[in-house]
Antibody, heavy 120, light 107 residues
Framework: QVQLVETGGGVVQPGRSLRLSCAAS????????IHWVRRAPGKGLEWVAV????????YYAGSVNGRFTISRDNSKNTVYLQLNSLRAEDTAVYYC?????????????WGQGTQVTVSS | EIVLTQSPDFQSVTPKEKVTITCRAS??????LHWYQQKPDQSPKLLIK???QSISGVPSRFSGSGSGTDFTLTINSLEAEDAAAYYC?????????FGQGTKLEIK
């Protein structure tokens, strides 16, 4: 069955960096886009980024554009989200999700999430 | 950026009641609108894709309709286990966006 497992979260000071990983299994990984979505405390879901099936294209929310970078390694069935210049408002649970298509689309399956806390 | 506005933000309902949640897009998105359910301490779950397409394993009491800018999620004969937050999501235009969410409380 489809499984996505996020790792790499933690507590980090403002301005520092963190790299999240999303390990996938149970489907043809190289055929599907992968989303990152976050949920801040007391808030709703916020779409963060998506990477195309082959890693050639990445798209970002305005709130993270220029600070976050999404990438993937199809040989390892893993997607990465590099978080730079972190701010307090980036504190959230970060989920990766399999897209319905090769570039974007509905988020068909979700991981359990990894907590990122930005605090001094 | 396309803004999705859900209504209501919160609703308290009784079991077996019919519930309607709406999602309005700031511009036309065709049918590229999806619905999710998120229960406390759980990951979101896809309920409906492309406005009205059902998802395997999702109870038939969940249905979706609409196109263009106005969309509806309907829950027929609400059950206690449906207490959750519900979100719409558009994948028509980048950046993709979510609605602010609707919290359903079961009386």
């Amino acid at each position: 069955q489809v499984q996505l497992v996020e790792t790499g979260g933690g507590v980090v000071q403002p301005g520092r960096s963190l790299r999240l990983s999303c390990a996938a299994s149970g489907f043809t990984f190289s055929s599907y886009g992968i989303h990152w979505v976050r949920r801040a405390p007391g808030k709703g879901l916020e779409w963060v980024a998506v990477v195309s099936h082959d890693g050639s294209n990445g798209y970002y929310a305005g709130s993270v554009n220029g600070r976050f970078t999404i990438s993937r390694d199809n040989s390892k069935n893993t997607v990465y989200l590099q978080l730079n210049s972190l701010r307090a408002e980036d504190t959230a649970v970060y989920y990766c999700a399999k897209a319905g298509g090769s570039y974007y689309g509905e988020a068909t399956n979700w991981g359990q999430g990894t907590q990122v806390t930005v605090s001094s | 950026e396309i803004v999705l506005t859900q209504s209501p933000d919160f609703q308290s309902v009784t079991p077996k009641e019919k519930v309607t949640i709406t999602c309005r897009a700031s511009q036309s998105i065709g049918s590229s609108l999806h619905w999710y359910q998120q229960k406390p301490d759980q990951s979101p779950k896809l309920l409906i894709k492309y406005a009205s397409q059902s998802i395997s394993g999702v109870p038939s009491r969940f249905s979706g309709s609409g196109s263009g800018t106005d969309f509806t999620l309907t829950i027929n004969s609400l059950e206690a286990e449906d207490a959750a937050a519900y979100y719409c999501h558009q994948s028509s235009n980048l950046p993709e966006t979510f609605g602010q969410g609707t919290k359903l409380e079961i009386k």
